[in-house]
């Protein structure tokens, strides 16, 4: 289903028209309202939004980190000096997930608001989900951002049937009692409820679930790791992804499951840039590299050039669902990357390419690095767990040893250990676990 349909299947060239006059708009806004990028922008001789050209002129912009914003934040103006809005304007504020001290607040205005259950009914209807199906959700509305997805939902015109987070008890009784026509989870949760099933002999093959749409954490995207997930529930699997900064569920995949597209065109102006360097690459087919998005029409606190820390692989191809513009596939995130003698590897990417030895092994995986920090010594050592009731196979584990090398380029020490032996996530995945020892 084409939620928008003129929206989503205008050309892209006729999409860059528009967005271009919008950006215009928001560079005036910004040097009036944003100290902070007033000064930033100042610094490198841009003193108004004319100085700045237009999008296509933008990667002549400086980058946006989002340390350098949170580092604005003080008990008087706890969003930083970014902060665009009047505090009345403002109808909800979230907060990051962040690891360390205060949270980062990520207000929004109605409008703001309203743009981001726009643009993530779109990311989701891509996945084939219509009117008048049921959907099981396992966000909550807590105080992150993905509470906000929870309303394009309704959007869509689905009956929502919100479980929250870790209740695999009462999710698997509203598969089996209410029999939705999807579900929404991290991979990692899909990948743990598979296995919790089968262990309570619920066939969830055999469920209602016909499509599982994952988002949240890489991996959702990646062919061997899907394919365990499909085979388990017995659906189809198709991914989004958003950013808290930003927005969420930006980007989602259609049924022909080849990259995400961008649900929130309009509102937010996609970059890929050389990780590296920081240098534009241009958004071609078969490109890869660090996702930069800029908001186009954002009040509250709005953001020019963002660096994600997603890395992804760009499909410019006409999509044969009629959507058009780029698409995405998340490769990994730059905060979970390991830098294996010189080649970077994205945890991801291991237990993809393991999850490609199913049946035999579980598809749960987890690197142990002996180091801290992202640079590692090889052999890398990899844990992989076996399937349920698989013994312990020598020819095996030099099997995915030898895969590993030949498609990631990395050298590891592959330990297989019995089914059940790592810790399953009902939430998002930690994939590296730094040796103690
Ligand atoms: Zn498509």
Not at 247 to 269: K, N, P, Q, T
Not at 418 to 428: C, D
Request: net charge negative; hydrophobic share 40%; charged share 25%.
């Amino acid at each position: 289903m084409i939620l928008d349909l003129e929206v989503e299947t205008r050309s892209w060239e006729e999409q860059l028209a528009l967005d271009d006059a919008s950006y215009r708009e928001q560079l005036r806004y910004l040097l009036e309202r944003s100290a902070f990028y007033r000064a930033k922008l100042a610094a490198e001789g841009i003193g108004s939004a004319a100085d700045a050209g237009g999008l296509a002129e933008i990667a002549r912009l400086p980058l946006t980190e989002k340390q350098e914003v949170k580092a604005t934040a003080t008990r008087e103006n706890p969003f930083g000096s970014h902060l665009c809005a009047d505090p009345s304007e403002l109808v909800r504020i979230y907060s990051t997930s962040g690891t360390t001290g205060t949270p980062t607040f990520v207000p929004l205005t109605a409008r703001d608001l309203d743009d981001w259950v726009t643009g993530s009914a779109r990311s989701y209807a891509a996945s084939g989900i219509a009117l008048g199906q049921r959907i099981v959700s396992t966000y909550t509305a807590g105080p992150f951002v993905a509470g906000a997805a929870l309303a394009s939902f309704e959007r869509i015109g689905l009956c929502h049937v919100p479980v929250g987070v870790g209740q695999s008890e009462r999710l698997l009784a509203a598969v089996d009692l209410l029999r939705p026509e999807a579900v929404v989870l991290t991979p990692s949760y899909a990948a743990h409820l598979v296995d919790w099933a089968a262990e309570r002999g619920f066939d969830l093959a055999g469920a209602s679930v016909e499509r599982v749409l994952v988002a949240g954490e890489p991996g959702g995207g990646e062919p061997a790791f899907r394919a365990v997930l499909e085979a388990g529930w017995g659906a189809r699997v198709t991914e989004a992804m958003g950013i808290g900064d930003i927005g969420i569920s930006l980007w989602g995949e259609c049924e022909e499951r080849d990259g995400m597209h961008l649900g929130a065109r309009g509102f937010v102006h996609p970059e890929l840039i050389d990780p590296d360097t920081g240098g534009a690459l241009p958004l071609a087919d078969g490109a890869e590299g660090e996702l930069v998005l800029t908001h186009l029409r954002h009040q509250a606190a709005p953001l020019l050039r963002f660096r994600t820390r997603d890395h992804v692989a760009v499909r410019m191809t006409p999509c044969p669902c009629g959507r058009t513009g780029p698409r995405v596939r998340c490769l990994g995130r730059t905060d979970d990357m390991l830098i294996v003698r010189g080649v970077n590897l994205f945890p991801s990417a291991v237990r993809d390419v393991v999850s490609g030895f199913a049946p035999r092994v579980s598809g749960h995986v987890r690197l142990r690095p002996r180091q801290p920090g992202v640079t590692q010594e090889p052999p890398l050592p990899v844990v992989v767990e076996l399937a349920r009731g698989a013994a312990a196979d020598e020819a095996l584990a030099e099997a995915i040893r030898e895969r590993l090398r030949s498609v990631l380029v990395v050298q590891t020490r592959v330990e297989l250990v019995p089914f059940g032996s790592l810790t399953r996530s009902e939430y998002k995945s930690e994939l590296v676990e730094y040796d103690a020892t």
